[in-house]
């Protein structure tokens, strides 16, 4: 696989960043303001000391390390599309809200997303998806 030059990482590809191999992800790759609105809650939803410190790590990483594409009127004018596509599809948007939000801001912007859970995307029309192995599975 020939990455692209710019791609949207979903937030579990930011969570396992450390742990992916840097010819699955986009040379230069970007988040979004959605994938900072999930890493923040992990630290609150957190039911041990450790794991909310190691989740606040890994926000405050992210904070440092990427200027995240936002969520403007663009990407909210494609997330009406996102959202009607996903009913047809018989899906709940609820459910799927931060990733329908991530998939809106990709396309809008015209960039890929690279994921470890593909199907966390399906019946998203416009969206080009990248699926990248997920560091457990592999052989």
């Known amino acids: 696989m020939t990455p692209h030059a710019v791609g949207v990482l979903d937030t579990n590809a930011v969570i396992l960043l450390e742990r992916l191999r840097p010819s699955e992800l986009p040379r230069e790759p970007l988040i979004t303001t959605i994938s900072l609105a999930e890493l923040s809650a992990g630290p609150l939803a957190a039911r041990e000391s450790a794991e909310a410190e190691a989740r606040q790590a890994r926000l405050q990483e992210a904070e440092a390390a990427f200027d995240p ?5 663009p990407a909210a004018r494609v997330f009406g599309r996102v959202a009607a596509a996903l009913r047809r599809g018989g899906r709940q948007i609820k459910p799927r809200a931060f990733d329908a939000l991530i998939a ?18 399906n019946d998203i029309e ?5 699926s990248i192995p997920h560091p457990d599975n592999r052989g």
């Open 126 to 130: 416009g969206l080009e998806l990248v």
């Open 69 to 73: 594409l936002a969520f403007d009127a």
């Open 104 to 121: 809106s801001t990709a396309i809008a912007n015209g960039l890929p997303v690279y994921t470890c859970n593909p199907r966390d995307f």
